[in-house]
């Protein structure tokens, strides 16, 4: 049996990894954090699918929504498959021991969310992630035939041939944050399942780990990218000083809450007060919306949109943030079905379906990443093969799912799938057994690092190049004076990497930076507006 290293223990590693345990190859799962950091675990609204298989119609309007929500990109083939795997992968997370929520009827309770037309979303009240994060860790616990590495860091994949991206790789170099060592693990085969890139930019819904590991790391053994310039910004993150932009789940307007300005709701208000002196209906906020001047969907519209339209509204008014708002909506539904909300409201004496909720858009997810193959094997640079041996799933890969927008809910389905395919893929063609010494990490005359500070400094000049220059709007001027100021970041970091023993936060940061030149890169190369991409010079 094979010994298989899976990097990262969100959803896409813990899926993949408990299926190859079953099948009896030995699996090790590196983790930089707890097992439970991952976005995985923050994860809200839910996974998007149709369980009854025989249900062509409501497949052919989830796969309609996922093509409109791509915006002309997605690759349809892919779509159609993910979709039609859907049920068999969801109910091997049931099995697992998923518990996702259901009626009194016994059937699962479905919600929507922005760009779907009907209810298709399996949840866990609106906390889906952690509950899905809680069974398979705890399944991945359990299973004898996976080790768990936590507190690890992968910095460097190891190749069988070095220099040779198609002769692939035969493990991993990682840092042990506890005894400050790196050390070399030797692997048949190398799932990567590192997540997002959400750390780029200052306001981001992702947890501390989305720092690009895998792309950088992949991308440097001669992996090719895709569609790097496609970063969903989520458009309701809260918006409070000082505050993490704590996700406000889409689900939340797939309930009713609608977005508006501040000009919006004190209309809104005025017209709810005049129907109680005239002892009229009051009326929905929906129309107050200045969304519905983006999309007649208003508040619904796909993130791509509503989140170009919050950028412009707040631009164009000078505010600092929208509104949420919930007070017309039933009370006992928002407090059954959104408590995760409601218990971090609680930190800012907020209620929902009373106050209005300040929001803003937040980096949530990127599109792009490794350009893989049907079973999620990494390209390679030069465009005729595969890296052998790699595998790359979940966030961290780009498979032509979800085009140049991704509808909601799709991440969580598209990561099951393409983990169960990866895995199957190893288990029917296993790799050949590493049996040679495996090089150690280099390490002559190498430094500790005693000051991080130059290093925190540079993370932060980073962070807001990408958030002034690299957003939601962009344009030629800006995206290379981003490109140019990242370039000294670059230069700065490859000296003290030089000479210096891994520390996270040099591993991370020479990550980041790699990942956004990237993501420039592929934007200046953009000749047109799609989804995501928005460059004001392409109008
Ligand atoms: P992750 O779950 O992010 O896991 C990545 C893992 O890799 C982590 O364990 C991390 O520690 C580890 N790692 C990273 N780098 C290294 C390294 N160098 N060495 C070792 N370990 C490393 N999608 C949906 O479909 N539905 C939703 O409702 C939804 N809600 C979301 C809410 C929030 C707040 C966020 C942030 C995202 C949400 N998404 C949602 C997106 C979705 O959660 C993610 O795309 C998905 O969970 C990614 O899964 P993954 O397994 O690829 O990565
Ligand atoms: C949300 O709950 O709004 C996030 C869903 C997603 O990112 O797919």
Redesign the pocket.
Known sequence: MSKIAI????????FSAIKLANHGHKVVI????R?K????????????GILDKTNSKAKAAHIQDTLQSGDGLCNEAVVRDVIERAADCINELVSIGVKFEKNQDGDFKLAKEGGHSERRIL?AKDA??REI?RALSEAAKLHSNITLMKN????DLIQRHHGEPQSGVCGVW?FDQTTKQVITLSADAVII????V?QLWAK????S???G??VA?AHRCGAAVKDMAFIQF?PTALAIENGRPF?I?EALRGEGGVILDLGGLNLWKEHCEQSLTFDTEPPLPEKYSFTLAFSELGSMATRDIVARAIDQNLKQTGAKHAFLVTSHLDRNMLETSFPNMQSHLDKYQLRLGYDDLPISPAA??IVGGLDVDDFGRPRTTDGIGIIEHLYA????ACTGMHGANRL??????E?VVFADKAARHIIDNPPETVKHELPAWRADGLNILTEHSPIVNDLTMLKDTMSSEVGIVRNNQRLNRAARRIKLLEKEINIIWKSSIPSRQI?ELR?LIQVANLVIEDALNRSENRGLHYNTDLI
């Open positions: 990097i990262g223990s969100g959803i896409a590693g813990l590196i983790t930089k954090q097992v950091d991952s976005s995985t675990n923050w994860a809200q609204g839910g996974i998007a949840h889906t992630g994060e690890t860091l992968a910095v990682c399942a590192t997540g997002g959400g981001t819904t992702n947890p780990v989305a720092t590991d895998g790391m989520h996700l789940t949530h997810y799933i979940g966030e961290v909601a809910s799709n991440s969580l389905l990561a591993v990550n």
